[in-house]
C-alpha cells in the first residue's frame, strides 16, 4: 500500500496537490489499519518460546519455485485495488468527477488487473502441475476470493473506458472501485479467517479473521456511506441507443458482476447454511458450471459484438451480413473441432464455438482498422477466446488411465504410446523419493518421462511429482500411485489436449491490459506480419487425438465414470473430488463407482449410495431444497434487477 501511494507522489499524472493529498490521505488510513492488525494479531517479529529443536519446515506442496511468483503478484493485485479506493474516496470528498478522473484512475485499475491475471495464471498452473490431479481450477474458497475481484476489476476496466468515451456511468465506477477492494480485504477474510475448507495451506486463527471483519466494517460500510450521502457533479449524461458500444459494455457489466455475485454466494453460502440450520451442502464445479459459465458464454459473444458498433448513436447500417458470415464461419470450425476431437460435452461444444465467434471477431476488428488499432482490445479478446478454446478441448476430449501397471508394460492413450520402465529408491536434500521411468513414443520420436512419490520425514507428508510431456499444446501427465508389489504400481495417465492454451490465453489477455498502459498504437504495415505468424502458431499441425484403438462405448462408459467421480468430494481432503484426489479413500470410492457403472445402475442411483451414508455433503452439487432455493435462484434474481435498473434508467433518460 505504501509502494503505490509512494508512486502517486511520485504524480507523473499530473495530479493536483488537494486530488493527491486525499489520495494518500485514505491510503494512509488503510496502511494504519493494516499495520495495527500486524502488531497485535498478526507479529511476523514475535518470538517463539520455548524453541523448538527443529522446524517443521515449509508445507511440501509450497516448496516449489513457482510460489515465489504467484503469491506476490496476486497480492500487488490486491494492494493496487486499494489505491482504486483511496481515488474514488478522494473523489467523493472533492464533490466531482469528471473524465480527468477517469483517465487518471484507469492506468491504476489496469495495473491492478494485469497483476491480478497473472497471479491467477501462475496460481492455476503451478495447481496443475504441482498438486498431482491434472485440474488446473478448483473453485476452491480461496482460489474464488482471488477471482471475485479479478471479475470486479475487469468490469470498472471497461466502465471507465465508457466514462472517459463518454460521460457516463459515474456513480457506477465508484461503486466498482469501492466494491473491487472490498472483496479484496473479503478474500483476506476467506483465507485467513479458517471458516472455509481450501486445499491452500494457511495459518488461520479466528480471532485474526473477527479484525480482518472489523477492518472491513469500518472502511467499506465507511464508504459506502460516504458515497451516499456526498453529492456528485457530473456533466449532463451523454445519450446512447441501445444498439451501441456504450449499451452492450452496460450489460456486460451487469453480467460480469451477476457473475461474481454468483461466485460470491456459492462460496460463502455453506458456511451461512451450516450456522443458521445445521445442515452441511457442498457447492463445487457442477453448481458454477450450471450458473456462472453460460453467464460468461453470453458475455463473451456480447463482448465481440461491441467490436461492430459504435460509441453513442448507431449513424450507419449495423453491419449484419459481416456478424452473420462469422457466425457461419464460427460454426463451420466448432463443427470441425467436434469431429476431430469428438467433443460430447454440450458445455465444451457452446465453448468452442464462443471461443472462435471472439477470435475471429478480434481479427475483423483488427485488420478492419487500418489507420489506428486497439492491440489491447485485440490481445486481450483474443486472449480469451484462446482461453475458452483450450478449456473446452482439454475438458472434453481429455483420455485418462487408472489402474496397475507393470514394468515393461506398454498402454496406448491417445496417439501415444506409454511404456513403463522402471522405478528407483533415493532421498533428495529433505525427503524420500521413489522415482519411475516411463518412455513416451509418438510419430517414430520416444522420449523418456519421470513421474514421482516424495515423503517428508520431518512433515510427515507424502506428495507426488507429475511427470509432464508437452507437444503442440497438449500433454501427457502421468501420476505415480501405490507399489502394488515389486514389480507392479498404480499409476493414473491423462492425455490432456490443448491444455497449454489456458495459460497461453491468459498470458496473452495479461499482455492486452499491458498494451493499454501503453495507449494507442499507430497501424503499420509490417504489424500485418507480426498478425499472421500468430495465426500461424495456433494453427501448428496438431497430431491426431483420437484413439483409434479403444472402442467408441468404453470411452462413453470412461467420460461417464470421470463425470460421476467429479461430482463426489473426496471427505478426507480439502474441496476436491475423488476424480481429483489421489488419497486411499477417493481411490476406493472411484472403484465403487466403476462397479456400480458397468452395473449399469443409473447415475441418479449412485449418488443416493453416497448420499445415504454420508449426507448431502458428499455431492459437489448442492440439492434444490428449500434451504438452498436462495442459492440456485440467485443469479437469476441478480440479473432480473440488473435488467430492471438499466431500462429504468434508459426509459427516464428519454422521458428526460
Keep these: 500500500m505504501s509502494l503505490y501511494g509512494f508512486f502517486v507522489t511520485l504524480n507523473f499524472q499530473r495530479i493536483s496537490s488537494d486530488f493527491k493529498t486525499k489520495i494518500l490521505m485514505f491510503q494512509g488510513i488503510l496502511c494504519f489499519g493494516f499495520i495495527v492488525f500486524l502488531k497485535f494479531k498478526s507479529n511476523p517479529f514475535e518470538k517463539l518460546f520455548p524453541i523448538p529443536e527443529e522446524g517443521i519446515g515449509l508445507n511440501p506442496l509450497l516448496q516449489d519455485p513457482g510460489l515465489a511468483f504467484h503469491p506476490p503478484f496476486l497480492y500487488l493485485g490486491y494492494v493496487g485495488l486499494s489505491i482504486v479506493w483511496s481515488f474514488a474516496l478522494a473523489g467523493l470528498f472533492n464533490e466531482s468527477f469528471d473524465k480527468d478522473w477517469a483517465t487518471k484512475t484507469k492506468p491504476w485499475v489496469i495495473v491492478s488487473w494485469i497483476f491480478l491475471s497473472i497471479g491467477i495464471t501462475l496460481g492455476s498452473y503451478w495447481a496443475y502441475y504441482e498438486l498431482g490431479w491434472g485440474g488446473f481450477w478448483f473453485w476452491d474458497p480461496v482460489e474464488n476470493a482471488s477471482l471475485i475481484p479479478w471479475i470486479v476489476a475487469t468490469a470498472l476496466m471497461h466502465s471507465i473506458i465508457v466514462m472517459e468515451k463518454r460521460g457516463i456511468l459515474v456513480n457506477w465506477c465508484i461503486l466498482l472501485s469501492i466494491l473491487g477492494f472490498a472483496l479484496s480485504m473479503v478474500g483476506t477474510f476467506i483465507v485467513r479467517s479458517g471458516l472455509l475448507t481450501s486445499v491452500h495451506a494457511f495459518a488461520n486463527d479466528p480471532d485474526r479473521g473477527i479484525f480482518i471483519l472489523s477492518l472491513i466494517a469500518i472502511y467499506i460500510i465507511g464508504s459506502l456511506f460516504v458515497f451516499a450521502i456526498k453529492p456528485i457533479k457530473t456533466n449532463q449524461l451523454a445519450k446512447y441507443n441501445l444498439l451501441s458500444k456504450d449499451f452492450f459494455l452496460i450489460i456486460n457489466n451487469?453480467?460480469?458482476?451477476?457473475?461474481?455475485?454468483?461466485?460470491?454466494?456459492?462460496?460463502?453460502?455453506?458456511?451461512?447454511?451450516?450456522?443458521?440450520?445445521?445442515?452441511?451442502?457442498?457447492?463445487?464445479?457442477?453448481?458454477?458450471?450450471?450458473?456462472?459459465?453460460?453467464?460468461?458464454?453470453?458475455?463473451?459473444?456480447?463482448?465481440?459484438?461491441?467490436?461492430?458498433?459504435?460509441?453513442?448513436?448507431?449513424?450507419?447500417?449495423?453491419?449484419?451480413?459481416?456478424?452473420?458470415?462469422?457466425?457461419?464461419?464460427?460454426?463451420?470450425?466448432?463443427?470441425?473441432?467436434?469431429?476431430?476431437?469428438?467433443?460430447?460435452?454440450?458445455?465444451?461444444?457452446?465453448?468452442?464455438?464462443?471461443?472462435?465467434?471472439?477470435?475471429?471477431?478480434?481479427?475483423?476488428?483488427?485488420?478492419?482498422?487500418?489507420?489506428?488499432?486497439?492491440?489491447?482490445?485485440?490481445?486481450?479478446?483474443?486472449?480469451?477466446?484462446?482461453?475458452?478454446?483450450?478449456?473446452?478441448?482439454?475438458?472434453?476430449?481429455?483420455?485418462?488411465?487408472?489402474?496397475?501397471?507393470?514394468?515393461?508394460?506398454?498402454?496406448?492413450?491417445?496417439?501415444?504410446?506409454?511404456?513403463?520402465?522402471?522405478?528407483?529408491?533415493?532421498?533428495?536434500?529433505?525427503?524420500?523419493?521413489?522415482?519411475?521411468?516411463?518412455?513416451i513414443e509418438n510419430a517414430g520420436r520416444i522420449i523418456k518421462l519421470s513421474a514421482e512419490k516424495r515423503f517428508y520425514p520431518v512433515e510427515k507428508s507424502m506428495t507426488t511429482e507429475?511427470?509432464?510431456?508437452?507437444?503442440?499444446?497438449?500433454?501427457?501427465?502421468?501420476?505415480?500411485?501405490?507399489?502394488?508389489?515389486?514389480?507392479?504400481?498404480?499409476?493414473?495417465?491423462?492425455?490432456?489436449?490443448?491444455?497449454?492454451?489456458?495459460?497461453?490465453?491468459?498470458?496473452?489477455?495479461?499482455?492486452?491490459?499491458?498494451?493499454?498502459?501503453?495507449?494507442?498504437?499507430?497501424?503499420?504495415?509490417?504489424?500485418?506480419?507480426?498478425?499472421?505468424?500468430?495465426?500461424?502458431?495456433?494453427?501448428?499441425?496438431?497430431?491426431?487425438?483420437?484413439?483409434?484403438?479403444?472402442?467408441?462405448?468404453?470411452?462413453?462408459?470412461?467420460?461417464?465414470?470421470?463425470?460421476?467421480?467429479?461430482?463426489?468430494?473426496?471427505?478426507?481432503?480439502?474441496?476436491?473430488?475423488?476424480?481429483?484426489?489421489?488419497?486411499?479413500?477417493?481411490?476406493?470410492?472411484?472403484?465403487?463407482?466403476?462397479?456400480?457403472?458397468?452395473?449399469?445402475?443409473?447415475?441418479?442411483?449412485?449418488?443416493?449410495?453416497?448420499?445415504?451414508?454420508?449426507?448431502?455433503?458428499?455431492?459437489?452439487?448442492?440439492?434444490?431444497?428449500?434451504?438452498?432455493?436462495?442459492?440456485?435462484?440467485?443469479?437469476?434474481?441478480?440479473?432480473?434487477?440488473?435488467?430492471?435498473?438499466?431500462?429504468?434508467?434508459?426509459?427516464?433518460?428519454?422521458?428526460?
Aim: hydrophobic share 45%.
Design 254 to 439: 451487469l453480467l460480469l458482476i451477476v457473475s461474481a455475485l454468483t461466485i460470491f454466494i456459492g462460496t460463502i453460502y455453506p458456511m451461512i447454511l451450516e450456522i443458521f440450520s445445521g445442515d452441511r451442502i457442498s457447492v463445487g464445479p457442477p453448481f458454477y458450471t450450471i450458473t456462472v459459465i453460460p453467464i460468461i458464454f453470453l458475455f463473451t459473444i456480447l463482448a465481440s459484438m461491441a467490436i461492430f458498433l459504435p460509441w453513442g448513436k448507431l449513424k450507419t447500417n449495423f453491419e449484419y451480413t459481416k456478424i452473420l458470415i462469422l457466425f457461419l464461419l464460427s460454426l463451420f470450425l466448432t463443427l470441425i473441432f467436434y469431429i476431430y476431437f469428438d467433443v460430447q460435452n454440450i458445455f465444451s461444444n457452446i465453448g468452442v464455438f464462443v471461443s472462435f465467434w471472439i477470435l475471429l471477431s478480434s481479427v475483423y476488428g483488427f485488420i478492419n482498422r487500418r489507420k489506428k488499432i486497439s492491440f489491447s482490445s485485440f490481445f486481450g479478446h483474443s486472449g480469451l477466446g484462446i482461453l475458452i478454446l483450450g478449456c473446452s478441448i482439454s475438458i472434453s476430449s481429455q483420455k485418462q488411465y487408472e489402474g496397475p501397471m507393470s514394468l515393461n508394460e506398454n498402454l496406448k492413450i491417445g496417439n501415444y504410446k506409454v511404456r513403463f520402465l522402471n522405478v528407483e529408491d533415493g532421498n533428495g536434500p529433505n525427503y524420500i523419493n521413489s522415482t519411475a521411468s516411463f518412455s
Design 466 to 656: 507429475a511427470g509432464i510431456y508437452s507437444k503442440y499444446f497438449s500433454h501427457v501427465y502421468i501420476i505415480l500411485g501405490e507399489k502394488i508389489n515389486s514389480d507392479e504400481w498404480m499409476v493414473r495417465i491423462w492425455f490432456k489436449p490443448m491444455v497449454s492454451l489456458i495459460w497461453i490465453g491468459a498470458l496473452i489477455t495479461s499482455l492486452g491490459g499491458l498494451l493499454s498502459l501503453l495507449g494507442k498504437i499507430k497501424f503499420m504495415p509490417n504489424f500485418r506480419y507480426l498478425f499472421f505468424l500468430f495465426i500461424l502458431l495456433f494453427s501448428y499441425p496438431i497430431n491426431s487425438y483420437s484413439d483409434n484403438v479403444s472402442i467408441y462405448e468404453t470411452e462413453q462408459i470412461e467420460s461417464r465414470i470421470k463425470y460421476i467421480n467429479q461430482n463426489i468430494r473426496c471427505l478426507v481432503c480439502e474441496s476436491q473430488t475423488i476424480d481429483e484426489s489421489n488419497s486411499p479413500l477417493a481411490k476406493d470410492f472411484r472403484e465403487i463407482v466403476r462397479k456400480k457403472v458397468l452395473n449399469n445402475e443409473t447415475d441418479e442411483s449412485i449418488y443416493n449410495y453416497f448420499r445415504e451414508r454420508y449426507g448431502d455433503y458428499i455431492i459437489m452439487k448442492p440439492p434444490f431444497k428449500n434451504n438452498t432455493l436462495l442459492l440456485w435462484i440467485a443469479p437469476f434474481v441478480f440479473l432480473m434487477m440488473g435488467l430492471f435498473i438499466i431500462f429504468k434508467y434508459q426509459k427516464g433518460h428519454s422521458d428526460n
